[in-house]
């Protein structure tokens, strides 16, 4: 009996080793996938301030008293709306007066010309006179200048601000009356590094989003680079515009801004297939033999979930993309899939008892 399990002991410890071995000698499962390629582009972030197409804020001339509001809290004005009327009744008598006279000297020219026509009046008379009727046409035109001024229009179409005045207020010089903006488009100011200058140009594309609207992009174009860099913050600012059909933007927002350029279509791979080494950077490429053979490559952009391939690689070319871990140069594998799974071990033979 004893020679018996001493025979069945040393069967097991062959079959083990054997089975050992040939684990050893199993190439590794990896999965593969072959080198596309992708769009990519060089972008710039950053974050702006929106600002109104025009704004102006409209105040008082003079020190008068208000009689006319003529517009409502954030309402719409057009171009050329009175939007306040200041107190004119003196101004008012005085375009009369300077009117009368202005007609009456008009009237006393007209009768030394027709004098003059008759050989009554000499030159002398008529041109006094026409120096005086002029004089008086001037006074009136002054007159109907200064009842102007105390007019106030709004210079072109937009929004007005809240109203923080009421008629029968009495104003000073420079007092505001109301903000005008033009909110049909919107002018986004942003800055940008100095080392990113090249990357800009006029009538280049631009995505911004706002916090008031997650996940909705509002796109525009730049429409100006500033010519001077600030020495301060070594920062260019760039204005881009933006369409606001729906008035949704304000002016004030803050908006972050992404700047797309070099567009180009590239080699790409997946990012988990790219393996790092200090600074370096490589793949496992799966060579025709069955062997991978580790391949420096210097990448670019990355874009969702893929990388840029810039150099050492080439569309087609097949990657090792899960499984580098256990890999080495030269290094034979399987690829994973039903064709290539391992076979399964044969059991030893039970021994028989004799």
Known sequence: ????????????????????????????????????????????????????????????????????????????????????????????????????????????????????????????????QTASAASARALAAEARATIGDRVIRAPFTGFASLRMISAGAVVTAGTEIATISDISQIKLDFPVPETMLSALAVGQPITARAAAFPGEPFRG?????????????????????????????????????????????????????VVGEGDARFVYRVERDGTVKRVPVRIGAREAGRVEVIEGLAPGQKIVVEGMVKLSDGMKVRLAGPANAAPAARAPAPAVAR
């Open 221 to 273: 174009t730049i429409a100006t680079v500033d010519p001077v860099i600030d020495s301060t913050t070594r920062a260019v600012m760039v204005r881009a515009i933006l369409p606001n059909p729906r008035q949704r933007l304000k002016p004030g927002m803050l908006m972050t801004v992404a700047v797309e350029s070099r567009p180009r279509t590239a080699p790409a791979v997946p990012e988990l297939a």
């Open 1 to 128: 009996m004893r020679p018996l399990i001493l025979s069945l002991s040393c069967l097991a410890v062959v079959a083990c080793g054997g089975a050992k071995e040939q684990a050893a000698r199993t190439p590794p499962v990896v999965t593969a996938a072959a080198v596309g390629t992708a769009r990519f582009v060089d972008r710039i972030d950053a974050v702006g301030t929106a600002r109104a197409r025009e704004q102006v804020t409209l105040a008082a001339p003079m020190t008068e008293r208000i009689v006319r509001i003529n517009f409502q809290d954030g309402g719409l004005v057009r171009a050329g709306q009175v939007i306040a009327v200041l107190a004119q009744g003196q101004q008012t008598a005085a375009l009369a007066s300077a009117q009368a006279r202005a007609q009456e000297a008009g009237q006393q020219l007209a009768r030394l010309e027709e004098l003059k026509r008759r050989g009554f009046a000499t030159n002398a008379l008529v041109d006094t």
